[in-house]
T-cell receptor, first 114, second 120 residues
Framework: AQSVTQLDSHVSVSEGTPVLLRCNYS??????LFWYVQHPNKGLQLLLK??????LVKGINGFEAEFKKSETSFHLTKPSAHMSDAAEYFC????????????FGKGTTLSVSS | GAVVSQHPSWVICKSGTSVKIECRSL??????MFWYRQFPKQSLMLMAT?????????EQGVEKDKFLINHASLTLSTLTVTSAHPEDSSFYIC????????????????FGEGSWLTVV
């Protein structure tokens, strides 16, 4: 069975400092991995996705993530946090087969202080 | 890009009544749609997978008679919460996997904006 573990429920950073949100996954097959962001009372926005191409994936708003099969990790990073980055972030796994649903991690709340 | 629309965005209903939430893929065809619910400050929990023209597949613990899912066309799936109770109050989100359309990406799942249900 596939699953994701987000290692931190809450991360706090100062504006302008780097962001690291950690995610480990478990999958029986070659997974597709995603990071989604959710702002308060809003729907979900896709930040980036890994689907067996390049292991370093660049997304929107300066975020990127690196797929490391040996560590079963897919950590999300950003060099410099902005106040608008404060939100809930979800690491998501899919086994990539047609019709396979996305399985969500429990989420990490990112707080950004000025 | 591809868009998934949910309606209504907010709904309040009385306990014991039923409420229907629609999920539409606006510019692409979706043979598969997924329904999630999200409690405040929690993650999304998959409720069911909806396939066009066939019965939905429900996750363990989800009552299929309470949460009726219909996927009648390639662009529309509906979730009906029957005999709603206050504990059904939640944020319901649908998503769709595109298979045809001018502006979609294969292997990308598109999410609706979600529907807040409050049962009083």
């Amino acid at each position: 069975a596939q699953s994701v573990t987000q290692l931190d429920s809450h991360v706090s950073v100062s504006e302008g400092t780097p962001v690291l949100l950690r995610c480990n996954y478990s999958s029986s097959y070659s997974p597709s991995l995603f990071w989604y962001v959710q702002h308060p009372n809003k729907g979900l926005q896709l930040l980036l996705k890994y689907t067996s191409a390049a292991t370093l994936v660049k997304g929107i708003n300066g975020f990127e993530a690196e797929f490391k099969k040996s560590e079963t990790s897919f950590h999300l990073t950003k060099p410099s946090a902005h106040m608008s980055d404060a939100a809930e972030y979800f690491c998501v796994v899919s086994e990539g087969q047609a019709g396979t649903a996305l399985i969500f991690g429990k989420g990490t709340t990112l707080s950004v202080s000025s | 890009g591809a868009v998934v629309s949910q309606h209504p965005s907010w709904v309040i209903c009385k306990s014991g009544t039923s409420v229907k939430i629609e999920c539409r893929s606006l510019d692409f065809q979706a043979t598969t749609m997924f329904w999630y619910r999200q409690f405040p400050k929690q993650s999304l929990m998959l409720m069911a997978t909806s396939n066009e023209g066939s019965k939905a597949t429900y996750e363990q613990g989800v009552e299929k008679d309470k949460f009726l899912i219909n996927h009648a066309s390639l662009t529309l799936s509906t979730l009906t919460v029957t005999s709603a109770h206050p504990e059904d109050s939640s944020f319901y989100i649908c998503s769709a996997r595109g298979v045809g359309g001018p502006r979609f990406s294969v292997n990308t799942i598109y999410f609706g904006e979600g529907s807040w249900l409050t049962v009083v």
